[in-house]
Every structure is written in C-alpha cells, then in structure tokens.
C-alpha cells in the first residue's frame, strides 16, 4: 500500500504547475509539468511567479509546512520549497494549488547543484529548517551549515541576504555558530537556544514543520539562528 500511495504521488506531481524536478545530477535540468524541459535560472520571477517579488528558498523543506505557511504570511514574497524527496514535496505543492497560493513553488533537486537553477543575487533569503544534522564528525560537510554549502549559498544570494536555521539538535546549532564565526565574512544577527522559552522574537518562527511537532512533543528545545554570509 505505501509504494503503491508513493508512485500515485510521484504520478500526480507530474501535473503540478508549481513543481520543478531535476532527474540528473551529472547534467543539471528542470522539467515541469507534463515533463517540459525548462530553464529558470535567472527567471524564476519572469517565467514562473510573474512578479518581481523577492524571492525565499526553504531549503530541504520536506512536506513544504514552512514553504506554504511563509507565503500565507508574506504575500508579497515568492517563496520556493527545495528537497529531494517528491513524495514530500507533493503535500506542500498540492497544499499551495489548493490554497491558491501563487507565490509558492517547489523545486525536486539536491541542494548540492543549487548554484545551476538561480543566478547570482536572484535569492533574497534562506531558511533551513530540520534538516538532516549529520552528526558524525566524518559527515559535516553534508551538513547545509557547512563552509562547503555557505560557498553554494554565497552563488545565488543577495548580498546581505539572510539565512534562517531552526533546529532541535544542540550539536547542530552550535557547529552553525563556530562555522559562522570562523568566517570573517559572516555575521550573526540573532541566535536563541531555547526560542519558545520567552516571546517569539520574529513571528514567523511559530511555524511548525511535522518534525519540530515531534521534536516538542519528545520536550526538545527548538534553537534558531539569523545570519549573513558576507
């Protein structure tokens, strides 16, 4: 039964007109609805949102709660859900077209080759919200806080575009912060271990994806971070 409800999901984002997939890492392309080729980098407002609003990615947003509850939230903000799993991303995208929600789209590739779908400066913003954390020491450039993905994001963000982490694991949150400020071209605007301790700083951070539902029901404390790359 669960193969059979993943191929009907991967058969039905197909017709999305709010989902973009790239099939080959090795030679970096978009297809979208009905599998037409496209090429968005440096169009995604042009070709896609028909607008000129900036535009936020969650990156490894996994059923896209944030993706689609920050375009709620900010009308007059585009707002792109990038993971790797289609099966995940069909909730958000079938969530954002139910709500009519035409500032959230929704892009199927891995964040590794994010640089070939934006073009320098087309990025305003970055949130990263419960991502894998890694946690093995030999892993911690797969971790989307590491100088080695802080160089992708530097391709395609704005200067001074903010970056968002929100995660429950205490080693994550503090390797983000040595990262940072072991690179004299970051700055750290905010960070907060604990953020549900007192008032919310930023309003937006009551969003909850299914992860953070588990994490708080497990009496995890919800960390977040608000910083530049330079």
């Known amino acids: 039964m669960g193969r059979k409800n993943k191929l009907r999901k991967f ?62 939230q900010f009308p007059d903000r585009n707002f792109i859900g990038v993971d790797v799993k289609g099966n995940r991303l069909w909730k958000g995208a079938k969530t954002a077209l ?21 073009a320098p400066g087309e990025v305003a913003e970055i949130w990263i919200t419960f991502p894998d954390p890694f946690p093995r020491a030999s892993k911690e450039n797969r971790r989307l806080t590491s ?38 071209r970051c700055k750290l605007i905010f960070k907060n271990d604990d953020i549900y301790a007192a008032a919310l700083p930023y309003p937006e951070l009551a969003i909850q994806t299914l992860y953070e539902s588990f994490h708080l029901a497990a009496g995890k404390t919800i960390k977040y971070v608000r910083y530049t790359l330079g």
């Open 11 to 72: 058969a039905e984002i197909l017709s999305f007109p709010n989902v973009y997939e790239c099939y080959n890492v090795q030679q970096p392309a978009l297809v979208g609805a009905g599998m037409v080729h496209v090429d968005l980098k440096g169009k995604w407002n042009t070709s896609h949102f028909r607008n000129q609003h900036p535009i936020t990615l969650e990156l490894a947003c996994g059923g896209g709660e944030y993706t689609v509850e920050l375009a709620r």
């Open 147 to 184: 100088p080695y993905f802080h160089e992708k994001y530097r391709q395609i963000l704005q200067p001074g575009g903010l970056v968002h982490l929100k995660h429950d694991a205490p080693d994550f949150y503090q390797f983000t912060l040595d990262t940072i400020a072991a690179d004299p």
């Open 98 to 118: 139910e709500a009519g929600l035409t500032n959230a789209a929704f892009l199927r590739t891995r964040i590794e080759i994010i640089e070939h779908f934006f």
